[in-house]
Structure formats: structure tokens, C-alpha cells
């Protein structure tokens, strides 16, 4: 039977602190609907507490519903949205920011390790309109990133300054953001970057399938809850996707779980014989690996996907065991 501990951080186990929170606000017994329990309110005060930000907070079931609709928020159908290249929104949504937006355009901007390079964004930046292309009119940054590196709050700085200076919008993709923080990334610094709207990984952190959709930009709040409807993504029980940010978020779960997977990370990266191919900055370990290696590599049933650039893949996540780390590395050992 393969083996999927390494192969995403969302093929692990809901962390027990996040079932516990699921349990308790099932005997909360019956409550009023559509995110406006006291569960759902409880669950948002918990993610304003995290960043130290007056700001709306709603619950939704995936990352792709939520960076979908949040670019859709921030960019009219003729208008185009900055992007790493291999961000998830550009590479692994199926076309979703288009289809929630009408039809809004994805830019895609280069930058070593899935850090976009600044510099990238002046020539878009400084383009004029013109009625023959889609205009930007936002920017998403993925902190951490999809090959493991983590911004500073300065790096992200130095991307939203000349973004906010023209009159755009800020999207933070932080389907891994509790991974980023763990790694120094300071949440409570996101309110000054100009971030208008943050997704907070909920699914990836060790949750049930949630995600927080936070609104920085409290004025991006009006009809956002009619977009969520429209979009499938306000549920009438909803409190059970706010529920599991109460129990990862009031006692620092999810922090100390996010730590505990970079520190795998670090283990895997420490043990691999073959060569790391981009920083290890959070939970993920990128290797360079031929693809006869791979197949054996999956023959001996450990599954792991090769990645945008060429590398394969790690991924640590909160119910990783060092004893699974050991395990692997002394199987690349002998693969190699």
C-alpha cells in the first residue's frame, strides 16, 4: 500500500484539537444559521486576536473558493491580477479566479523559489491601459510560497508599496501561513502591509476542510456574504467551519504544530542524499530527483508528486513523525 505522509500537508489527519473544537460546537445544539452563531463569532474573534487586526472574517470550505473570490472582490472582469507564475492561482485552481471573477486575468510574474522579484512588477505596473489587454488592478502574494520560502514582512512591502501607490488591491494566499509565522513571519505585521484581503489556511494547518477569508478592507464587506451565496460558499451550518479555528487558534495549536512541521522539514532536508533544490524555509522539501529514481522511489511506497519546476516534492505537515522522516531518508539512502 503506498505510503501519502510526505506527498501534501493536506493528506494528514484533522489535528485533535481542531475535532475537539468540530464536537464541542455540535452540542452547542441548535444555533441561528448562515455564519451568524455564536461559534462563527467566536471563531472571528479568535483570527482578529491572531493578527492584532480590526477586520470581517468569514469561513468558507476550500483555498481555491476563497483566493477565487477574493480576486473576483478585488478586480472588475476586464481587469487582471499579479501573480507569481507558479502561484496556486495561477497553476492549480482550473481556471477558478476567472470563472468567480467573469472572466479577470491572471498576470504571471517571475522570481527565484516562488518569491516574485520585484523589479518584475514594473513593466505591468507602468503599462498603460489600453482597451486590447486586461490592466491590473490587484496583486496576490502566497506566503509561504509554493516551493517552501517564507517573505518577510519588508519583502511583502516592497511589493505592495508600488502596488497600493496605484490605486490596487492586496490579496495574501496564506494557505500556509501558519508554516510562514512558525518561521518568523510576523502576523500582526500583515494589517500595515497594505493586505486588503487574507485567506488563512485552515486545511493544510491541520484542520478540517476550512479556510478564513479575512477582509482587511472592512469596506470590501458589503454584499461579500450575497458573493458567498451566489458562489456555493455560505453554508447554513457554517459554524462547523469556523469551529476548528477555535480549537487550533485560542491555545496556539496551530502554531506549535506548523513549528513542529518545518522542524520535519528540516530533518527530511538534513537526511536527503540528493540535492535540495530550493531553501527550506517552512515544510516543504524540494529535491532534484531523475525519473527512474522517482518510479523506484514510488515502488518502495512512499508517493510524492514532482513539482512545476522539475523537483520533487516533500511535504511535512503537523502528524509527521520523525521516525517517518528516518524512515524515508534511509530509503532515498539506498535509492541512490
Known amino acids: 500500500m503506498a505510503r501519502y505522509d510526505f506527498a501534501s500537508d493536506n493528506t494528514a489527519p484533522a489535528a485533535p484539537e481542531a475535532m475537539a473544537a468540530l464536537v464541542a460546537a455540535n452540542g452547542e445544539g441548535f444555533t441561528s444559521g448562515y455564519g451568524s452563531d455564536q461559534v462563527t463569532r467566536r471563531a472571528a474573534d479568535a483570527v482578529r486576536a491572531l493578527l492584532d487586526a480590526d477586520a470581517e472574517v468569514r469561513f468558507v470550505a476550500s483555498g481555491t473558493a476563497a483566493n477565487a473570490i477574493s480576486l473576483a472582490t478585488l478586480c472588475r472582469p476586464f481587469e487582471a491580477v499579479l501573480a507569481h507564475e507558479h502561484a496556486h492561482v495561477c497553476t492549480d485552481e482550473t481556471g477558478a479566479p476567472g470563472f468567480f471573477g467573469h472572466g479577470l486575468g491572471l498576470v504571471r510574474l517571475p522570481g527565484a523559489s516562488g518569491r516574485i522579484e520585484a523589479s518584475s512588477l514594473a513593466e ?197 513523525t520523525a521516525n517517518a522522516v528516518d524512515e524515508l531518508g534511509e530509503t532515498l539512502r539506498k535509492l541512490v
Open 124 to 320: 505591468p505596473l507602468a503599462a498603460p491601459d489600453q482597451a486590447h489587454w486586461q490592466s491590473p488592478a490587484a496583486l496576490s502574494v502566497t506566503n509561504a510560497t509554493e516551493y517552501g520560502t517564507v517573505y518577510t514582512a519588508d519583502a511583502i512591502a516592497a511589493l505592495t508599496g508600488p502596488v497600493k501607490a496605484k490605486g490596487y488591491g492586496v490579496h495574501l494566499d496564506g494557505a500556509r501561513l501558519a508554516n510562514a509565522a512558525a518561521a518568523g513571519f510576523d502576523l500582526k505585521a500583515i494589517k500595515r502591509l497594505g493586505v486588503d484581503i487574507l485567506v488563512i489556511g485552515g486545511t493544510k494547518a491541520g484542520m478540517s476542510p476550512t479556510e478564513a477569508v479575512v477582509l482587511l478592507d472592512k469596506g470590501l464587506a458589503r454584499r461579500f456574504d450575497a458573493r458567498l451565496k451566489q458562489s456555493g460558499q455560505l453554508p447554513s451550518k457554517g459554524r462547523f467551519y469556523a469551529a476548528p479555528f477555535i480549537g487550533m487558534l485560542e491555545d496556539g495549536a496551530i502554531l506549535r504544530h506548523a513549528a513542529h512541521a518545518n522542524a520535519m522539514a528540516k530533518r527530511l532536508a538534513a537526511l536527503s542524499p540528493l540535492r535540495v533544490a530550493h531553501p527550506v524555509e517552512a515544510n516543504a522539501v524540494f529535491v532534484e530527483m531523475d525519473e527512474p529514481t522517482l518510479q523506484r522511489l514510488h515502488k518502495a511506497g512512499w508517493f510524492v508528486y514532482r513539482f512545476l519546476d522539475g523537483s520533487v516534492r516533500f511535504m511535512c505537515s503537523w502528524a509527521t
